[in-house]
């Protein structure tokens, strides 16, 4: 008898959930070993379960899709993570491929499409469409790279760059750069200008990762 592929599905809208097992089961080469709503079900069930394929979302409650990604890595590392979802922003797919999943899939895409990454996937391959490719091209075209935009931090942005992303508070920040927490706040934007980022969150990833700590 030919192996089932084993698949986990995690999403938070139960229809979606059901939608995609039942559609699964009808293809007669695939076994849904468990569902749930969000992250902390399936870590506490995804050993017992042992799944080939975890499925799941990118935007879960409580934990991320992303996060739950780099501890079902821990958890169980023989299962290999498809994201399934409509965000196709080159951030967040950028974010899923370094946590470690092996592939990237729209929900606008067709049914044949799922199959087609679960299968490939479960072969120990990558499976990240065209144009989901197409998405971190653009993304890697239109990004300076990073130490070119940090160097149009002036010294006092810099430093408050570095104080940001040892974990500080506004307030903090401004006591140790003695100014006012009005000039820390207009800093704190120049920065997020300057480095083409979106909130302070991505501030500090961006600071972590490139080296800049306080």
Do not use: W
């Amino acid at each position: 008898m030919m192996h089932k592929i084993r698949v986990y599905l995690v999403d938070d809208h139960a229809m979606v959930r059901e939608g995609i097992a039942n559609m699964l089961r009808l293809q007669g080469r695939f076994a849904v070993v468990g569902q749930a709503g969000e992250g902390k079900q399936l870590l506490e069930e995804v050993v017992e379960a042992a799944p080939d394929v975890v499925l799941m979302d990118l935007k879960l409650p409580g934990m991320d899709g992303v996060a739950l990604c780099q501890r079902l890595a821990v958890v169980c590392p023989k299962a290999s993570v498809l994201m399934l979802t409509m965000h196709d922003d080159a951030e967040n797919i950028a974010r899923a491929a370094k946590a470690g999943a092996a592939g990237y899939l729209l929900k606008s895409e067709a049914f044949i499409k799922t199959i087609e990454a679960i299968e490939t996937i479960y072969r120990g391959r990558k499976y990240y469409p065209v144009a989901v490719q197409e998405r971190l091209i653009e993304r890697a075209m239109a990004v300076e790279p990073a130490q070119e935009r940090l160097g149009k931090l002036s010294a006092r942005e810099f430093e408050l760059l570095r104080l940001i992303s040892s974990g500080r508070t506004g307030i903090k920040c401004a006591e140790l750069m003695e100014v006012t927490a009005s000039t820390v706040s207009t800093y704190r934007a120049r920065i997020l200008d300057k480095l083409g980022l979106n909130s302070t969150g991505e501030l500090i990833r961006f600071a972590l990762e490139h080296g800049v700590t306080g």
